[in-house]
């Protein structure tokens, strides 16, 4: 009997050149001031060629506005939370579960304690906040088809990140993500190439999973567990997980392709400044 002959993944048609890469953010004013203005500068800054999208909220109009001049300063393309429906629509569906600091229903007592530490509590407490990456990648890939990279505040640019080093990563696929041997994915950085067949698909099945309550079935309510939920759903995009182990405090970053180009202060914000409890 003449041997199975062997099968593999074609190879993918090379990236031209001139691929758009994007890079999407969020923070407040609080957020911005805290890593958010080095996020944004280190990237335009090592890579001029990629687009940077910020979106943004603030409590104060002069404040807002202030971010918003320094922003497009630095060739940034600026968004205002507050104008975006998904945002106040997701409140109203969900109002019973959001905390009251973060303009909900629920009380102190269903989320008892403070900090990382009170494990599934504080990703449930702190889902309206993270929310918030749901909104932008919705908006930002509605009217976009090319590589869009979903990068946390507290991440920020060391060096010039290449475009060969962006298709490596890739390597066709829809989705790259860092998980390792971490329950979860980590989503300081996603990227997402919206020209592959279903990832806008995907973006809107996360979407769905928070405007059908649905995440209330599971035990963690953030956007971690959703992409990965959403990732096993039929028809979810090839995907590829570029960590390879995780390291201090469950970090991923620096065991990924991108190590030398893009750090990720992770712990930033809740463990080192207390902003997130």
């Not at 860092?178 to 592959?196: C, I, S």
Request: aromatic residues 10%; negative net charge; proline residues 8%.
């Amino acid at each position: 009997m003449s041997p199975l002959p062997l099968f593999s993944r074609p190879k993918p048609d090379p990236w031209p050149r001139d691929r758009a890469i994007r890079f999407v953010t969020s923070f407040n004013d609080v957020f911005y001031a805290a890593s958010g203005r080095r996020c944004v500068e280190t990237l335009r800054a090592h890579n001029p060629a990629y687009e940077v999208w910020t979106y943004i909220e603030a409590a104060e109009h002069d404040v807002l506005l202030a971010i918003e001049q320094e922003l497009a300063g630095m060739g940034a393309t600026v968004v205002r939370l507050s104008e975006l429906p998904l945002l106040p629509e997701f409140l109203e569906v969900a109002r019973d579960v959001i905390p009251r600091q973060f303009g909900g229903d629920a009380p102190p007592a269903m989320f008892p304690g403070e900090g990382s530490l009170t494990g599934d509590v504080w990703f449930r407490k702190n889902m309206y906040r993270w929310f918030r990456k749901i909104v932008a990648l919705d908006h930002n890939s509605a009217a976009f088809a090319e590589v869009l990279f979903w990068i946390d505040c507290d991440c920020y640019s060391k060096a010039p990140l290449p475009l060969s080093v962006i298709e490596q990563a890739f390597r066709g696929t829809g989705v790259v993500h860092m998980r390792a041997n971490r329950k979860h994915t980590e989503t300081g950085l996603v990227g997402y190439d919206l020209a592959e067949p279903g990832v806008h698909e995907l973006i809107s099945a996360m979407k769905t999973h928070y405007m059908s309550r649905d995440f209330e079935r599971y035990p963690r309510w953030d956007d971690c567990i959703t992409l990965d939920l959403c990732l096993m759903l039929p028809g979810a995009p090839s995907s590829r997980d570029i960590a390879r182990r995780s390291v201090g405090h469950s970090d991923v970053l620096p065991t990924t392709i991108f190590a030398p180009y893009l750090e990720h202060d992770k712990g930033l914000h809740n463990r080192k400044l207390g902003l997130v409890r």
